[in-house]
């Protein structure tokens, strides 16, 4: 059975009559013909995967199951009830009681659980070959590495085996892995996806990751996957209304890079190359790039496998590593004892450092929407890592390592394929809780790419007209008075994290007032006749802090809709018709600035 497994093939196959048990069958030919391909560590029996299949087809599809019969894997360091919980190292295993809760979530949500996959031990490594079970065979090239430390999981979708799998990510193993694998790699933001039941690397970075044939895919797994979970201490709820994951491409945006002195390719030109390119495809898109300083960015991301850093994945192997040294993968044993050389003074200015690292950067995010990054500089042998092990997965980490530590989402994409037919992606990075925007754009590129998905001979599926508001769960507001840039109420928008967008221009059937106060306000009318465009500012704020905003507007203004000279609908400032009946007209003036400009002159001639 040839048949792509991305989510819109397989409905549509569903619907013209495939059963779930026809499909769990073809898959598991599938992973007979591969042979030993490593990409597993314990398969659910072929038996069991096909009664979960025959429930599913007894009992129907149903809305509350959107991912009916939908096939995917899970990573070995995340507990599935039934099978055993190695992380890639043999005298840890143990057997779960129950699953942990985005598997029950997924199970729930109609989903057929495959098997669970491959790792670099104790999900430490970018490179995918620390594990006494083999190096996953990269399917472009069984000499390169897959990536790590979720190697098994990319492997699985990217060879066609599984529609999607769950990894993790502490330092871009949810991210690299992807673009070895020429699919999709979707990190969330920390503590949207329940960790409860995975196995902590480094516990408040750790996040479970989504890799899938397509954006599309990977949006509707984390939808059904996501919630605030009070058994995990990092869980966290999304804003109101993120679960909408609005999918409207928005028409303007601004990427930022890093100034070419910063970017690093470790003498790969044909990433370098396909890189550039990226760059080109995304201003096509209706992006402006924009140059960023990657300083602070690379310094945390170089802070992460320094002693102090390491020292979270010590406590996180506890009583085991001294008891079960020997058990470790050497080079696993190298990073994770050098932790024990650090002490608590030094991890205490490790946080210190990466938290002003954090703060330098966050004024990056008042430029720009999101981040263009090269997934990775570069891909290495399976020969070149052995040789070399610590220094190229450093490497490798030059575009991830700062995302967790500074609370950034990330969506890494197919970017293409080099010469040697060895694929290549790009990141998409931005603040937390912005996964609805990266989709927007990386499913954007993905398609105007027209590659094939994964290692197979697959191209992705044409979906329908996108709706929605791509902005979400940021509110754009149309500010034309004492909350524009340089005035008196401006930080009142920057207090809630709002940045500014764009100058902006009203259609021209608006009229502005001056409303009497100690502070002067523009009120601004919609009016059928002798109106103007009224000049003002479009600032982005979060949604979260958008109500608080508009309850401490005082009447005679509010909030309402605005329509823009391009034909735009936005929310913002507007006055009562009733209280502009005595007050000066300054339609005339176009905006507010022009009125105190001409303010300011009147000033000086009378004290002239």
């Not at 003002?536 to 704020?541: A, P």
Request: glycine letters at 10%; one cysteine or more.
């Amino acid at each position: 059975m040839d048949i792509s497994l991305d989510l819109k093939t397989l409905a549509a196959a569903y619907e013209r009559g495939l059963r779930p048990t026809e499909l769990v069958a073809a898959i598991y030919d599938r992973i007979a013909a591969r042979g030993e391909d490593n990409v597993w560590i314990a398969l659910a029996p072929k038996e069991q995967a096909l009664a979960r299949a025959a429930a599913l087809e007894a009992s129907g599809r149903s809305a509350q199951q959107p991912l009916w019969g939908i096939p995917f894997a899970v990573k070995d360091n995340i507990d599935v009830a039934g099978l055993s919980t190695t992380a890639a190292c043999p005298d840890f295993l143990y057997m779960p009681d129950r699953s942990a809760t985005v598997v029950e979530k997924l199970l729930a949500a109609g989903a057929l659980l495959i098997g669970k996959t491959n790792l670099d031990q104790f999900a430490t490594g970018l490179v995918g070959v620390r594990s006494p079970y083999g190096v996953a065979r990269n399917p472009f090239n069984a000499d390169y590495i897959p990536g790590g430390s979720s190697s098994g999981s990319a492997v699985s979708v990217g060879a066609g085996l599984v529609s999607f799998s769950l990894g993790t990510d502490t330092a871009g193993s949810g991210r690299v892995p992807a673009g070895f694998n020429n699919i999709v790699g979707l990190k969330p933001s920390v503590g949207l996806l329940s960790a409860s039941g995975m196995l902590p690397a480094c516990r408040a970075l750790d996040c479970i990751s989504i890799f899938a044939l397509t954006v599309n895919d990977a949006s509707a797994v984390l939808k059904a996957a996501a919630g605030y979970d009070a058994s995990d201490a990092y869980s966290r709820s999304a804003p109101a209304g993120w679960h909408a994951m609005p999918s409207v491409m928005p028409g303007h945006f601004r990427f930022g890079v890093p100034q070419d002195s910063q970017l690093r390719f470790f003498g790969n030109a044909a990433a370098e190359e396909l890189f550039r390119s990226a760059v080109g495809r995304m201003t096509a898109l209706g992006g402006e790039k924009v140059e960023i300083d990657y300083a602070p960015f690379a310094e945390a991301a170089g802070l992460l496998y320094t002693p102090a850093g390491t020292a979270e994945r010590t406590a996180a192997l506890g009583d085991f590593l001294n008891s079960h040294a020997d058990a470790l993968h050497p080079v696993t044993r190298r990073i994770i004892e050098a932790g024990k050389q650090a002490t608590g003074v030094d991890v205490h200015r490790h946080y210190y450092r990466v938290r002003e690292l954090q703060q330098t950067s966050s004024a990056t995010w008042n430029d720009i929407d999101v981040l263009l990054l090269p997934t990775s500089g570069t891909i290495y042998t399976v020969a070149e890592l052995e040789a070399d092990p610590v220094q190229l997965n450093s490497n490798l980490g030059y575009y991830t390592n700062f995302v967790n530590y500074f609370d950034l989402a990330a969506l890494a994409v197919p970017n293409g394929f080099q010469p040697d037919g060895l694929p290549a992606g790009i990141t998409l990075v931005g603040p937390h809780f912005s996964e609805p925007l990266l989709a927007t754009i990386g499913d954007a590129y993905h398609r105007q790419g027209g590659l094939q998905l994964g290692a197979t001979r697959h191209a992705q599926p044409a979906t329908a007209a996108a709706s929605g508001n791509a902005s979400y769960p940021s509110v754009t507001i149309a500010v034309f008075g004492a909350h524009m840039s340089g005035l008196p109420l401006n930080y009142q928008l920057r207090d809630l994290g709002g940045r500014r967008l764009a100058e902006c221009r009203t259609s021209p059937d608006y009229r502005l007032y001056v409303i009497a106060g100690a502070l002067p306000r523009p009120g601004m009318v919609r009016t059928r006749q002798g109106g103007t465009a009224i000049l003002g500012e479009l600032w982005q704020v979060p949604t979260a802090g958008f109500g608080a905003f508009v309850a401490g507007i005082p009447a005679p203004l509010g909030i309402g809709d605005v329509t823009l000279e391009d034909g735009r609908v936005v929310k913002g400032f507007v006055c009562e018709a009733s209280a502009t009946a005595d007050a000066p007209d300054i339609t005339s003036l176009g905006g507010w600035r022009a009125w105190l400009e001409t303010r300011q002159q009147s000033a000086l001639a009378v004290s002239r």
